[in-house]
């Protein structure tokens, strides 16, 4: 109980009060969207660069760890396309759309606050080393997976291809966010200390700003119709993907409980908002993938307990 109430509470406080003040106390939608853009287009990214240039990346990446999550991830992906396209019979790029949200978990956005609020800063070394690949991989596997599914019959070039899945990775500011952070963390270039201060001002403000603006945007998430898919989906997010990565984290690599720690925590949150993003980019099985974000994220509040008494 103590850490439902100091662990995870406090981060879904902050969700429940950006959710209340778009509900209620007339934070509009264009607020939400600033607020939102500012996270994720300039505070998220800067974080990101922060904790790579840092990371020490010879310790941070253990192999165990990566494989662990990733395919505790993708046997989620193939969980939620299997079960849109022959349990519930939808066309291939909803199924997708379905694998997408099994894929995605919310590794930044609440993994990495619960797990801070959990185990301390010094514990998330793990959580890091994950997201540095997290979203180029996943949306480049997604991307490919809707562009084939899409151009089938049209003759497509590969070159084309491999433009439009590049195009769109790379101008994502998370991205290119990790990729600077490479960038300063392998060359060895020293920033002066005012631009690290600058930089640490403002990743202050990145999670709880995030975490409010979350909360907005879940709002206009209204769970409609399709409660089995949604049921499914996030029992796929919730218990399939991080049961898988806590067996192959403990029992076959035998992580450390720091590398076990950030593999299951960030692979137990639920669905990110990214997922509802990609369906609706495509503008496929958008009403499933926004209301189990929203359905799994309120569910995750008592399995991220759950999961937290299974961790050493």
């Not at 070039?157 to 600077?180: D, E, F, K």
């Not at 952070?181 to 990743?203: E, H, Q, R, T, Y």
Request: hydrophobic share 55%; net charge positive.
């Amino acid at each position: 109980m103590t850490a439902l109430l100091d662990v995870i509470l406090p981060v879904f406080l902050v969700i429940g009060f950006g959710y209340v003040a778009a509900r209620w106390l007339g934070f509009r939608d264009a607020s939400v969207d600033g607020v939102m853009h500012f996270a994720q287009g300039f505070a998220l990214p800067l974080l990101l660069f922060a904790s790579i240039a840092r990371l020490d990346l010879g310790q941070a990446y253990d192999s165990g760890l990566m494989v662990s999550f990733y395919v505790g991830a993708f046997s989620g992906f193939l969980s939620g396309f299997l079960a849109g396209r022959f349990l519930f019979g939808r066309p291939v790029t909803d199924s997708i759309a379905f694998g997408f949200v099994g894929l995605f978990s919310n590794s930044l956005l609440l993994g990495v606050p619960i797990t801070e609020r959990a185990y301390g800063t010094a514990a998330l070394q793990g959580n890091f080393a994950i997201i540095s690949i997290h979203a180029p991989v996943f949306y480049a596997f997604g991307i490919t997976l809707m562009e084939l599914a899409r151009s089938h019959g049209l003759g497509l070039s590969p070159l084309t291809l491999a433009r439009q899945v590049a195009r769109a990775i790379l101008t994502q500011p998370l991205v290119i966010g990790i990729l600077c952070g490479f960038a300063v963390n392998l060359s060895g270039v020293p920033l002066p200390g005012i631009a690290w201060s600058a930089i640490d001002m403002v990743i202050r403000a990145a999670l709880p700003a995030a975490l409010f603006g979350l909360g907005g945007i879940l709002y206009r998430y209204k769970p409609e119709g399709d409660f089995r898919a949604i049921a499914i989906l996030s029992a796929v997010s919730l218990v399939l993907h991080p049961g898988i990565t806590w067996v192959l984290g403990r029992l076959v690599f035998g992580l450390d409980d720091a590398g076990l720690r950030s593999a299951v925590l960030t692979a137990a949150m639920a669905p990110g908002v990214n997922a509802y993003v990609f369906a609706n980019l495509y503008g496929v099985a958008k009403r499933v993938a926004a209301s189990t974000v929203l359905v799994a994220t309120g569910l995750s509040i008592g399995t991220i307990w759950l999961w937290l008494q299974v961790l050493p």
